[in-house]
């Protein structure tokens, strides 16, 4: 469908008439005024238009386009009708109608002749494009209908065709025809009086008979007269006979069709359709007709019989069935909800809710959520149950197909419809869906984060809220009132451990603060661990020392930070004091890691040297050999494997000294020494 | 990219029209185009086109979405190419403002969401007044990208996070409508497995997603694949967790192997002269790795034990090669000549991977990688998983990166199992208690004493802040359901000593001591057709375990003479270990399978955990 503004038409004549011709995308309008011709185009462009018409006139009575759009007649005043080209440049004709009546339809009749009507002499006049005419006298008034092979006269009573008389059917009646299908169908009409013309009626045509055939197949095709059809496909399969390898798909495919066509030519269903107009508009429309005049189990028989596609065919039928039936109340929702899923099954490519939709229409709701059930697109019975405000439904739908998109929509839908509690009522119903709003929530930071938590108890949840909001920078005024909260939350939730974590927090904050205005340099934002090792850093000992036991940072990852802050610190003399202090918990190793992790950047080599040397006799047996070979004292490395007895760690220094090299033999010895084969490999480390 | 066929499932016809997709997608709009990419999808993206093909279209530019110059930005049409996420919306709208703001050319946006349109993102646009700016919003239909040719990738690192911790099933959905789409693509498949809540939940909608689409689309005839088996990766998280040390695996975990790419410090890929020349200009140098490189394809699954000689080995064949030139006929001298670039460009490639695995020797040779990888295997079999383990302790103290961390004391949870709920079963204690305790073990989650886990939180409280809580409440919860980790080593032989690391003959090799869980229940099926004798273990894994033999039309699923494809689908991603044990497994003689896989992303220890830290 398209719009399009025209420039106004000129003139005050009133007397005028108009006809609009389209060619592919562009259409102008021919509006006759008075004498004048004027063609209106789409670029609101107006031109006055001459015609070559010989006899004079005062006003253009009618105008008609054919078919194709290429050919226009035109009748004048005077009698005369004037045949040419659509766009007027060529002239066909000029004749004189003789009549002198009011004119009540002008129409094609296909692309060569043209139909007029004479309302108050009740005459029918056909001129041909060349100017050959036929008149007929009616006892009633008519109404002309274009078609495009012809033209329907609709009387009161009566329902004729104009038509002109298809090629191939003048072919095989004209009188003394010559074509092959006129001799084939003789041929056939003999053969069956059993005379020996057949045969001779045969050979007339023998090299032409797959064309005889082909005419007569579609000769049969264009008539009306059941009769005729049959003498012609008779005469098409007795020459089908003659002629080796023929396809006779064309011949099964007309059968089919004629049938198809006779049955709705039928009065009782009253379509008279001409073999061109079925092909014109298709078997769809054909039965989107029968549908409309509720013929449905033609429809079905017949989309069944023409092989159609479900889609196109059966499904689509049933579904305009189901419609119907649905549109007439009556009929009980559960008993007609089931008649249609029973006979629409799960069908393919059946839309359960159009149906449902014209259940709405109809207005019968309840019918229309039963019939939803067999719906199998989780999109469409979500779409149409937000439509009737059935949320649940509607939820359980969209949950159900896993599709988060529609869980979505109906959550965000039912949120802005339903109240407050049943909402929540419902969300707390599906759990999913809860989690899905929660996340929503979080995403678009929304105060009700907080409220929606609470619906189902998640007082961890709860807890965890406020901890993250108490880390915000920006929060941190409400920081203690929100660990408070926290803290309330994980009591309820019984979680002791998160509980005690916050009071941690609260305890540490509060120390950092009192640290900051002693020391001023800031505190906050550090952790346990990391107040404490500035601390050391500081070099604020005691501070330390009461902080650390205030929060009970166990005496082995108090070492270890000591042991750093030192390191760090370059204090290597306050080391070496402390390693001697008392036994150590973390025994000597972490000494002698921090030794090396400084060994290349201090300044003070020799004294870490001297410090290595002093702690690593102090490593505990097991990781001895190890933390010898990390100092590179692989000779000594060496030895206490020996001492050891431990053949995997020889093997182990070995592995870490030059090929070749005299230490590298005096492993072998060792070896050969303990008695053991040479070559097992490790299993730890893995990578030599 | 020849090296996406050779399977018998063609991934290069996935590309194909994944890339036919996009340049329908960019086509559309004449003049010049730049496209602003959501940067987790741009490089893979690359996958399956590259930027000069997309020059030919008009595309002048690529930017990141996060970094946007749009000011400076020439091109006519500015196309935003993201995942449906509502942060990324953010980035737009912010874009397409300031655009408006300065107001110095026309131009046109375009949004392209990958790989389905979502409702949140197109309400948040609408409420920010943009949606209307925006000329066309579409989708792009690209499941999945393309990694090999028998490597399939969604690259969404959430879908764990999103379906275990925060009960979203969207991301099981987008695998449904991938495999729906595979089916479209390679005919229906005949026998499904699976394991676990997602798989049995994927399952699902894809039938569901079948009656929906029974009539509009029709599937190709032949089944190219015969099974699948979809594996939840909670019924596995032991694998992900346990270092992987495999070529290609120790690549990722140490350089970070992202779409097929890696980066290198650069000064490790030059040899001495060349140091001196280009004098350090770029600090990292990406290399692309894939099976178009043949030497990167033969070690690739090797374990790193067997690199160092393979890679010696073929030193020595090619300098074999490049000697072999003197004394020749001038015929022979033709063929050398001939062969030549290809030599060149294998003795390139044998400097590359010589000089990455030195770096990696580098980071397997300190003590810190070393003592982890004590831990771990201490842990895979069983020694002292309960008490704290004072390595891990060492490692808070020194504050070392909070995922290493994390990644032990998880794997220590995996593998220790409960005693004490087992005890009091035993003891017909009340139910009630029993079932408190069990709910607290939902809770804690972990098969650790309570005691132990706590302390190890308070320790990593204290250490690197309440900061961390989110995330431990976040693995407290991923974590569900009792793990009888002893009673499953023995019972598939999870951890094998005594297989040799160059030769080997179990999949344990992957990992040195430890064969993959999920792939030793891969394993089973494969050669046993079926479940049956594993009823006992499985029934300890999380989750429905999952048999169907969907009804197709077809019937020549059951082909014992060719080799069967089988399709396995790790939900939640897999890591390179795993897939080097399946292709380990497709290659034994008595084998006669072969393997597609496809994953929701490639995974470490270390992304997996991250993707389900807050920070």
């Not at chain 1, 809220?465 to 019984?494: F, P």
């Not at chain 2, 497709?586 to 470490?604: C, G, H, P, R, Y």
Request: with cysteine.
């Amino acid at each position: 469908m398209r719009q399009c503004k025209l420039p106004k038409s000129p003139g005050y004549s009133t007397e005028q008439c108009w006809v609009v011709i389209s060619r592919d995308r562009d259409m102008e309008f021919l509006v006759a005024r008075g004498q004048e011709l004027y063609r209106l185009s789409e670029d609101r462009q107006i031109t006055l238009l001459e015609i070559d018409i010989t006899h004079k006139y005062h006003f253009i009575l009618g105008m008609a386009v054919s078919f194709n759009t290429k050919h226009i007649a035109l009748l004048t005043d005077a009698g005369y009708l004037w045949m040419g080209s659509s766009d007027l440049t060529k002239k066909y004709c000029e004749v004189d109608t003789e009549v002198c009546s009011t004119l009540s339809q002008i129409v094609w009749c296909g692309n060569e002749a043209v139909v007029l009507f004479f309302g108050d002499k009740k005459m029918l006049l056909i001129v041909g494009k060349h100017g050959e005419m036929m008149s007929f006298t009616y006892d009633s008034l008519v109404h002309l209908v274009e078609e495009v092979d012809g033209v329907r006269v609709i009387s009161s009573s009566q329902h004729e065709l104009v038509q002109k008389v298809p090629e191939v059917v003048q072919k095989i009646f004209r009188i003394n025809s010559t074509e092959p299908g006129s001799f084939l169908l003789e041929a056939s009409k003999q053969f069956q009086k059993r005379s020996h013309r057949a045969d001779e009626y045969i050979s007339l045509v023998k090299d032409n008979l797959q064309v005889a055939v082909e005419q007569c197949i579609k000769a049969a095709g264009y008539e009306f007269d059941t009769d005729v059809q049959k003498m012609l496909i008779r005469a098409a399969q007795f020459g089908k006979c003659f002629v080796a390898n023929i396809d006779a798909d064309e011949y099964v495919q007309m059968c089919r069709e004629l049938r198809v066509l006779n049955t709705v030519r039928d009065r009782k269903i009253g379509i008279p359709l001409t073999y061109t107009q079925l092909h014109c508009q298709g078997y769809k429309v054909l039965l989107d007709r029968l549908v409309a005049s509720h013929h449905y189990y033609l429809a079905i028989e017949i989309a069944k019989y023409l092989k159609m596609s479900d889609k196109d065919g059966t499904s689509r039928i049933l579904a305009h069935w189901a419609k119907y039936k649905v549109s007439k109340h009556g009929v009980n929702d559960e008993i007609l909800s089931k008649q249609i899923a029973e006979k629409l099954g799960y069908a393919p490519s059946i839309s359960f809710s159009d149906i449902a939709n014209a259940a709405v229409s109809a207005g019968r709701k309840t019918l229309a959520i039963k019939l939803l059930e067999y719906e199998s697109k989780a999109s469409e019975q979500v779409q149409l149950l937000l439509q009737l405000e059935e949320y649940r439904q509607a939820l359980i739908k969209a949950l159900e197909s896993g599709d988060t998109d529609q869980a979505y929509k109906v959550i965000l839908k039912s949120r802005d419809k339903m109240s407050n509690i049943d909402f929540k009522g419902m969300l707390q119903e599906f759990p999913v869906a809860l989690s899905l709003y929660i996340k929503f929530c979080r995403e678009y930071n929304s105060v009700s984060l907080r409220d929606i938590l609470k619906l189902p108890d998640d007082h961890n949840a709860l807890g965890l809220l406020s901890v993250v909001e108490s880390l915000d920078k920006e929060r941190r005024l409400d920081q203690n009132a929100l660990l408070w909260s926290a803290i309330n939350s994980y009591k309820a939730a019984r979680n002791d451990l998160c509980v005690s974590l916050c009071e941690d927090q609260l305890k540490l904050l509060a120390k950092q603060k009192s640290l900051e205005e002693k020391y001023s340099t800031p505190f906050i934002d550090l952790s346990v661990h990391n107040t404490c090792m500035k601390l050391l850093n500081l070099n604020h000992l005691k501070d330390a020392e009461k902080f650390r036991t205030e929060f009970k940072i166990p005496d082995r990852r108090y070492w270890w930070l000591r042991i750093q802050s030192m390191a760090d610190n370059n204090s290597w003399e306050d080391l070496d004091q402390f390693s001697k202090s008392k036994k150590s918990p973390i025994g000597y190793a972490p000494f002698v890691d921090v030794c090396l992790q400084k060994l290349h950047i201090s300044r003070d080599t020799d004294i870490i040297k001297r410090l290595i040397q002093s702690f690593l006799p102090k490593v505990s047996e097991e990781i001895k050999v190890k933390y010898y070979v990390k100092a590179n004292c692989l000779e000594d490395a060496a030895k206490i494997a020996y001492e050891q007895r431990d053949i995997q760690s020889l093997l182990y220094v070995q592995s870490k000294c030059p090929a070749q090299s005299d230490l590298s033999e005096q492993i072998n010895a060792y070896i050969s020494q303990l008695g053991a084969k040479k070559g097992t490999p490790s299993s730890i480390p893995l990578f030599n | 990219m020849a090296h996406l066929k050779g399977g018998k499932v063609d991934v290069s016809q996935i590309q194909a029209i994944e890339r036919s997709y996009l340049i329908n997608l960019i086509e559309k709009h004449s003049g010049s185009k730049a496209i602003v990419w959501d940067s987790q999808i741009q490089a893979p993206a690359g996958l399956v086109e590259q930027y000069s093909v997309l020059k030919a279209y008009g595309v002048v530019k690529l930017y990141p979405l996060n970094n946007f110059p749009i000011s400076i930005c020439p091109a006519k049409h500015i196309i935003f190419i993201c995942r449906p996420k509502l942060k990324l919306m953010d980035d737009i709208i912010r874009t397409i403002k300031t655009a408006t703001k300065e107001g110095s050319m026309e131009r046109h946006y375009h949004l392209i969401f990958l790989p389905r349109k979502s409702l949140l993102c197109i309400n948040k646009l609408e409420h920010n007044g943009i949606k209307g700016s925006l000329k066309t919003i579409e989708e792009y239909n690209c499941h999945f990208f393309p990694f090999d040719s028998d490597l399939l990738s969604m690259e969404i690192p959430e879908v764990f996070r999103e379906y275990h911790l925060e009960n979203d099933p969207s991301s099981l959905y987008q695998v449904a409508q991938s495999i729906y789409f595979l089916q479209s693509r390679f005919g229906p498949i005949g026998k499904v497995w699976g394991k676990g809540a997602a798989a049995k939940q994927v399952w699902d909608l894809l039938v569901r997603l079948q009656k929906e689409n029974r009539d509009t689309s029709k599937f190709e005839q032949n089944s190219c694949i015969d099974q699948m088996i979809l594996i939840d990766r909670s019924v596995d998280l032991i694998s992900t967790l346990a270092t992987q040390l495999t070529y290609e695996g120790l690549i990722d975990e140490i350089f970070g192997l992202n779409d097929n790419t890696v980066n290198i410090p650069a000064e490790k890929l030059m040899s001495t002269e060349e140091r001196h020349i280009e004098s350090l200009q770029e600090e990292k140098k990406a290399l692309i790795l894939d099976s178009s490189d043949q030497l990167f394809a033969d070690l690739r699954d090797k374990n790193f034990n067997g690199v160092g000689s393979f890679l010696s080995k073929q030193a020595k064949l090619i300098s074999a090669q490049l000697e072999d030139r003197y004394d020749k006929s001038v015929q022979e001298m033709k063929i050398f000549v001939q062969k030549l670039p290809t030599l060149m460009a294998n003795k390139k490639s044998l400097a590359q991977h010589t000089a990455i695995a030195e770096s990696i020797k580098e980071v397997t040779d300190t003590y810190e990688f070393l003592d982890s990888l004590q831990v771990e295997q201490e842990f895979l079999n069983c020694i002292q998983t309960d008490k704290a383990n004072p390595y891990i302790e060492d490692m808070i103290t020194q504050k070392k990166p909070l995922v290493k961390v994390l990644r032990l004391i998880c794997l220590q949870c995996i593998t220790n199992s409960n005693p004490y709920i087992e005890d009091m079963i035993t003891q017909k204690k009340p139910l009630v208690k029993v079932l408190r305790l069990i709910c607290l073990q939902c809770i804690t989650n972990s098969g650790l004493k309570p005691k132990l886990l706590e302390y190890y939180k308070r320790e990593i409280v204290q250490v690197y802040g309440l900061e961390v809580l989110p995330t431990l409440t976040n693995l407290e919860k991923t974590q569900s359901g009792t793990r009888q980790y002893t009673v499953l080593r023995k019972g598939l032989r999870l951890t094998v000593e005594d297989t040799s690391e160059i030769n080997p003959t179990d999949i344990s090799y992957v990992h040195c001591i430890y064969a993959p869980l999920s792939i030793r229940l891969v394993e089973h099926l494969t050669k046993n057709g079926g479940w049956k004798q594993l009823q006992d273990y499985l029934g300890l894994l999380p989750g429905p375990t999952l048999d169907e033999t969907p009804l197709t039309s077809n019937s020549s699923i059951y082909n014992n003479n060719s080799s069967k494809i089988v399709l396995v689908y790790f939900i939640g991603g897999c890591t390179f270990a795993e897939i080097s044990a399946l292709r380990f497994l497709s290659k034994q003689e008595d084998s006669n399978v072969e393997f597609v896989i496809a994953t929701t992303k490639l995974i470490n220890g270390n992304t997996f955990l991250e993707s389900l830290m807050d920070v």
